[in-house]
């Protein structure tokens, strides 16, 4: 199969879903790490498709979605000063801080650029020597080796004016933090294909061992996903519990050497606040201090601090199972794509933003 039509192939659907009809005999629930995959499962129909006793939870695999408020402010705080020209990713644009959002900040004057790598980023520095450019490093896994390479061009240039505020999460202390979590049931888990394209499959074989649960990694398409979860099905059936790769055509066992070199380079582990979620400890990448004149944490005096707010937003809820997004009591009404009141319903990975836009229809 090379083409992306061959993933949506009908006739495939039919038998995927057909085996895993004949699987399954009891309730299982699944968690889709990845926004991506709850978009595919949405956009799809998947979840209508899957016999009743399938429930896919939708987890916390949306970078945007968890970044904390208060690093929002932070970039907010950055963009509002003369000197500075903040740049990030597009789906950051919209997502509220703990007072406004970085559109809102546009309004007042902010310079904020939407690039699609941080190499351009590095660019406008070099473009503009009398102003310091901050790249906002929003992004799980798969986004970290493009902003550790960021780091070394700037450092290996003698750049003074380029840094980034790193707001990277990894996906492995996630799901230890969701098997803690004494309120979720998760029998079995997608593990999100792009992710494992990067970083490989080591650091999932412990958490098999440790949670004793299937993990399965998976793509995005109708194919892939009806396959990762009669593979999650087969095994819990059967009680046992094994790492799998179902996305063999682009996911090897070691992932990308030179950009797990790259990250592990730049970037250390410490613990970091996940949007609705909490503390999740060594689940964020920090910029080293061999680095640190990158670190627009350190590089900057008196960036605002503000506490997370108590927001009426229930993505926390949604990210760990408790709820689907239409359960939430402002979906669709008070929280929509034009007026969010979270992350989760602006992000193009978050699952209220999916659900409103297929399964309203
Ligand atoms: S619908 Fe809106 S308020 Fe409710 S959880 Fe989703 S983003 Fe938050």
């Not at 500075?84 to 997502?95: A, E, H, K, N, P």
């Not at 998976?218 to 593979?231: A, Q």
């Not at 400890?281 to 008196?302: C, E, T």
Request: with cysteine; charged share 25%; net charge neutral.
């Amino acid at each position: 199969m090379k083409y992306l039509d061959e993933f949506r192939n009908a006739e495939l659907v039919d038998k995927l879903l057909s085996k895993i009809r004949k699987t399954v005999t009891r309730g299982w629930n699944i968690m889709e790490v990845c926004g991506g995959q709850t978009h595919g499962l949405v956009r799809h129909g998947i979840l209508d498709m899957l016999p009743p006793q399938i429930r896919m939870i939708h987890g916390p695999g949306c970078p945007v979605c968890v970044t904390p408020a208060a690093l929002i402010d932070m970039a907010i705080d950055l963009s509002l000063r003369p000197e500075v020209i903040l740049c990030t990713y597009g789906d950051m644009l919209r997502v509220p801080g703990n007072t406004i959002s970085m559109q809102q900040a546009r309004a007042k004057g902010a310079d904020i650029r939407i690039l699609y790598s941080p190499l351009e980023a590095v660019q406008i520095a070099v473009n503009n020597p009398g102003k310091e450019v901050v790249f906002f490093a929003v992004g799980f896994e798969t986004t970290a080796p493009a902003n550790a390479l960021s780091v070394l061009h700037a450092y290996k240039a003698g750049l003074s004016n380029y840094s980034i505020l790193s707001a990277h999460v990894m996906v492995p202390p996630a799901i230890e933090a969701i098997m803690s979590d004494p309120e979720t049931a998760i029998n079995g888990f997608l593990a999100a294909g792009h992710v494992c394209t990067v970083m490989g499959l080591s650091e999932y074989e412990p958490l098999v061992k440790r949670w004793k649960v299937p993990i399965v990694v998976t793509g995005f398409e109708p194919v892939d996903l009806l396959e990762g979860i009669w593979m999650v099905v087969s095994q819990l059936e059967k009680g046992e519990y094994k790492l799998e790769n179902q996305y063999r055509r682009v996911v090897e066992k070691d992932g990308n050497r030179k950009a797990i070199e790259l990250v592990r380079d730049v970037f250390e582990h410490r613990s970091r606040e996940w949007r609705g979620i909490g503390e999740i400890p060594l689940s964020g990448l920090f910029v080293r201090d061999k680095f640190r004149d990158y670190d627009a944490l350190i590089k900057f005096d008196n960036l605002v601090k503000h506490a997370e707010s108590q927001y009426d937003c229930r993505s926390g809820d949604v990210m760990k199972g408790k709820i689907k997004p239409p359960e939430c009591p402002h979906f669709g009404t008070k929280c929509t794509p034009e007026f969010p009141l979270g992350a989760p319903m602006v992000s193009s990975e978050g699952a209220c933003a999916a659900y409103f836009q297929y399964a309203q229809k």
